[in-house]
C-alpha cells in the first residue's frame, strides 16, 4: 500500500511540474501606464480566408468588459492618436495532439520449439473522437505607434462547444490575462 501511494504521490508531482502556465504577459518598464485613461481597437483585421470576425469581437468585447471595470473608456477608431492606447487583439486555434489510444497487434509465435507465423497487423484505436481545441489569445497593445504590452494566454475546449461556453470561455480567458493591467513599473518580464 505504502508503495501505491508513493507512487501515486510521485505522479501527481510529475503531473504539477509538467504543466507549463499559459499566460505570458510582457511590457515596456519606461511606460507610465497610470497616465493612460481612453483606449481604441486598430481597424487593421486579419483578412486570411480563415479569418473569424465574431471571434475578434467576442475578444473585444471581453477586453471593453475588463477595462471598463479598471476604469478606462473605449474611442471609436478615427486617427491613431485619438485615443491613449491603440489595441490590437489575433487568435489562433490548434488541435490538441490525442494520445488516447490503444493498440491491438497480431504477429509471430513459438510454441516448443515449433515455430508460428501469422501476418502482422496493427491498428490504432482512438478513444475519444471529439478533438481538443487550443484556442490562443493574443492582445498587444500600443502608444503612438510603440508597443508598450503584450499578452497571450490559452484555453482548452471540446470543438463543439456551445456559444454561450465560447463566450465564457474567452471572457475568463481575457479577464486572467489583463488581471493585474496596468502594470506595476518593474524591469523585468511578466510570466504567471
Known amino acids: ?46 483578412t486570411s480566408v480563415d479569418a473569424n470576425p465574431i471571434m475578434i469581437n467576442r475578444i473585444q468585447t471581453a477586453i471593453d468588459t475588463t477595462l471598463a471595470e479598471k476604469g478606462l473608456t473605449k474611442h471609436e477608431y478615427t486617427d491613431k492618436n485619438s485615443a491613449d492606447i491603440t489595441i490590437q487583439v489575433s487568435f489562433s486555434e490548434r488541435e490538441k495532439q490525442n494520445n488516447s489510444s490503444f493498440s491491438i497487434g497480431l504477429g509471430t509465435a513459438t510454441m516448443g520449439g515449433n515455430s508460428r507465423s501469422s501476418i502482422g497487423v496493427n491498428t490504432s484505436v482512438p478513444i475519444n473522437s471529439k478533438a481538443d481545441i487550443i484556442t490562443k489569445i493574443i492582445i498587444d497593445m500600443s502608444d503612438v505607434n510603440q508597443a508598450i504590452w503584450h499578452g497571450s494566454d490559452s484555453y482548452e475546449a471540446k470543438a463543439d462547444l456551445s456559444m454561450e461556453q465560447t463566450n465564457q470561455a474567452v471572457y475568463t480567458t481575457v479577464n486572467n490575462l489583463l488581471v493585474n493591467f496596468p502594470p506595476e513599473k518593474t524591469p523585468e518580464k511578466v510570466q504567471k
Open 1 to 46: 500500500m505504502k508503495q501505491f501511494l508513493i507512487i501515486s504521490f510521485l505522479f501527481t508531482l510529475l503531473a504539477a511540474c509538467s504543466s507549463k502556465p499559459t499566460i505570458n504577459v510582457d511590457f515596456n518598464p519606461n511606460t507610465n501606464f497610470q497616465l493612460f485613461t481612453s483606449y481604441q481597437f486598430s481597424p487593421n483585421a486579419n
